[in-house]
């Protein structure tokens, strides 16, 4: 609660009488009690760790892992909350100013394990996330829709995503939004929102995709243009079910706040709402189509992709008027399976309408 109403000195202060509780109530329990006393172990060192007492969180998993009797699973999760102490007493070392807020990305189910993960599939959430935040930096920021190249080196200098380690969980990282020193030259006049401004917005845009993409995302994105980008951008976040089956977004500092959860469920709910707003095809549009291959080659430049299938043999579609694409939508997708949707025109070729991963 004290978190909530924003009385953080409070809550620091409340977290270190919990985790002395929780200490007591491991010296209290019998020897033979195992897997209760790694509970509570871990229990004491996670609320000093989340009062910000680094020194008592470390001296208190010293203890415990070095002359106590806990189960295997609490000495994993103890030693990794000390990595994550390090962590961030590296970064008040280095002096870089961040937001208050972490945004904690799980991915689950199918062929991810606690604390391990496809590394393929993690780099590329990674840079999906990436490429949300400087989406919702621009959105802000007021700058027109950008649809080729990455974003400005000024508005890449003022806010920087940074990959944090996170607490153990099924396989999660964190992402900290690195707070500008100085207003960057380049930008002119135009106004540039506070870190963690970006970090609540980002939060709204995803939450509204995930639950409510035809309603409440116009509310959150009134830009159409803005608006499709997100939409796509949250699609490829959220699994199809063959690697994974739920990645889940959620704040590190608001706890009271309901993760974002994309699902399979979700992916197609967005995907939906995506083609209800495609413009309508003319007359002779030609018969629609869908092709699962590699995607191999893009030149958005001169509106084309090309897509390698094995149809049983292999052999390499260029469709054009990829115009609609968008650099860090696609980006992510080259040399990965994907789904191509088109039209065949009267002429043989293919006209692009939509692309996205096969996980």
Same mark, same amino acid.
């Given at each position: 609660?004290?978190?909530?109403?924003?009385?953080? /000195?409070?809550? =620091?202060?409340?977290? /270190?009488? *919990?985790?002395?509780?929780?200490?007591?109530?491991?010296?209290?329990?019998?020897?033979?009690?195992?897997?209760?006393?790694?509970?509570?172990?871990?229990?004491?060192? *996670?609320?000093?760790?989340?009062?910000?007492?680094?020194?008592? @969180?470390?001296?208190?998993?010293?203890?415990?892992?070095?002359?106590?009797?806990?189960?295997?699973? @609490?000495?994993?999760?103890?030693?990794?909350?000390?990595?994550?102490?390090?962590?961030?007493?590296?970064?008040e070392a280095a002096g870089v100013k961040f937001s208050k807020d972490d945004i904690l990305v799980a991915v689950r189910g199918g062929q991810i394990m606690t604390g391990g993960a496809p590394l393929d599939l993690i780099l590329r959430k990674v840079e999906e996330v990436r490429a949300m935040f400087y989406r919702t930096v621009e959105m802000l920021m007021n700058i027109p829709l950008r649809v080729r190249g990455t974003p400005k080196h000024e508005v890449q200098q003022l806010f920087r995503p940074w990959l944090i380690q996170a607490p153990a969980?099924?396989?999660?990282?964190?992402?900290?939004?690195?707070?500008?020193?100085?207003?960057?030259?380049? /930008?002119?006049?135009?106004?540039?929102?506070?870190?963690? #401004?970006?970090?609540?917005?980002?939060?709204?845009?995803?939450?509204?995709? @995930?639950?409510?993409?035809?309603?409440?995302?116009?509310?959150?994105?009134?830009?159409?243009?803005?608006?499709?980008?997100? /939409?796509?951008?949250?699609? =490829?976040?959220?699994?199809?079910?063959?690697?994974?089956?739920?990645?889940?977004?959620?704040?590190?500092?608001?706890?009271?706040?309901?993760?974002? $959860?994309?699902?399979?469920?979700?992916?197609?709910?967005?995907?939906?709402?995506?083609?209800?707003?495609?413009?309508?095809?003319?007359?002779?549009?030609?018969?629609?189509?869908?092709? =699962?291959?590699?995607?191999?080659?893009?030149?958005?430049?001169?509106?084309?992709?090309?897509?390698?299938?094995?149809?049983? !043999? #292999?052999?390499?579609?260029? $469709?054009?008027?990829?115009? #609609? *694409?968008?650099?860090?939508?696609?980006?992510?997708?080259? =040399?990965? !399976?994907?789904?191509?949707?088109?039209?065949?025109?009267?002429?043989?070729?293919?006209?692009?309408?939509?692309? #996205?991963?096969?996980?």
């Amino acid at each position: 609660m004290a978190v909530r109403e924003g009385r953080i /000195l409070e809550a =620091n202060a409340l977290y /270190l009488q *919990a985790s002395d509780s929780e200490r007591q109530a491991f010296e209290s329990l019998e020897q033979d009690k195992i897997r209760t006393r790694g509970v509570s172990a871990v229990g004491s060192v *996670a609320l000093a760790y989340k009062a910000r007492d680094f020194t008592a @969180a470390q001296q208190l998993a010293y203890r415990f892992l070095g002359n106590e009797i806990i189960p295997p699973f @609490a000495v994993a999760q103890i030693r990794n909350i000390v990595q994550t102490i390090w962590t961030e007493q590296a970064i008040e070392a280095a002096g870089v100013k961040f937001s208050k807020d972490d945004i904690l990305v799980a991915v689950r189910g199918g062929q991810i394990m606690t604390g391990g993960a496809p590394l393929d599939l993690i780099l590329r959430k990674v840079e999906e996330v990436r490429a949300m935040f400087y989406r919702t930096v621009e959105m802000l920021m007021n700058i027109p829709l950008r649809v080729r190249g990455t974003p400005k080196h000024e508005v890449q200098q003022l806010f920087r995503p940074w990959l944090i380690q996170a607490p153990a969980g099924s396989y999660q990282f964190a992402v900290r939004l690195e707070s500008p020193s100085q207003l960057e030259l380049g /930008l002119g006049t135009r106004y540039v929102p506070a870190v963690d #401004e970006v970090t609540r917005k980002f939060f709204d845009i995803v939450s509204s995709a @995930a639950s409510d993409p035809e309603q409440a995302l116009v509310a959150a994105v009134p830009d159409e243009g803005y608006r499709k980008t997100f /939409l796509k951008l949250a699609r =490829n976040l959220a699994p199809t079910g063959r690697t994974y089956s739920e990645l889940e977004i959620k704040s590190a500092m608001r706890p009271q706040l309901d993760g974002i $959860i994309l699902a399979p469920s979700a992916r197609k709910a967005i995907g939906e709402t995506i083609k209800k707003s495609a413009p309508p095809q003319a007359a002779d549009g030609g018969k629609r189509i869908t092709f =699962n291959g590699v995607l191999r080659a893009v030149h958005l430049d001169q509106d084309w992709l090309e897509v390698t299938v094995s149809d049983p !043999e #292999e052999k390499h579609i260029r $469709i054009d008027n990829a115009g #609609e *694409a968008i650099d860090d939508v696609v980006g992510p997708m080259v =040399n990965r !399976e994907v789904k191509v949707s088109a039209r065949q025109l009267p002429t043989g070729k293919f006209s692009f309408e939509d692309i #996205e991963p096969i996980d």
